[in-house]
Nanobody, 124 residues
């Protein structure tokens, strides 16, 4: 059974730094991709960052390039999203997602498995 548990969200001021974590289990962590989505209030979820270990592919949305970084700790089966220089428009619920067909192409593919999400609020 696939399980994804996000943590690390909170309230921060613009320009600050925050790291989200995603604890993963129940699938081939060493091979399958994991993607972070976020859903801003009143909007559809959007892709943020993705890593596909099988092909060593990393993808970022244009809006976060140079500010966000996706990484992982394989022994701990945990994926991180390091977010720097946060902006008010980064506010939203952040979800960790996966399935065996995810390839990190930035093509709006919606994986089958989602965590419960963690709230990030950027406000002064």
């Amino acid at each position: 059974q696939v399980q994804l548990v996000e943590s690390g969200g909170g309230l921060v001021q613009p320009g600050e730094f925050l790291t989200l974590s995603c604890a993963a289990s129940g699938f081939n962590f060493g091979n399958d991709a994991i993607e972070w989505f976020r859903r801003a209030p009143g909007k559809e979820p959007e892709e943020v960052a993705c890593f596909y270990p099988h092909d060593d592919v990393t993808w970022y949305a244009d809006s976060v390039k140079g500010r966000f970084a996706i990484s992982r700790d394989t022994p701990m089966r945990t994926v991180y999203l390091q977010m720097a220089s946060l902006k008010t428009e980064d506010t939203g619920v952040y979800y960790c997602t996966t399935d065996r067909y995810l390839r990190c192409r930035g093509d709006r593919y919606r994986p089958d498995y989602w965590g419960q999400g963690t709230q990030v609020t950027v406000s002064s």
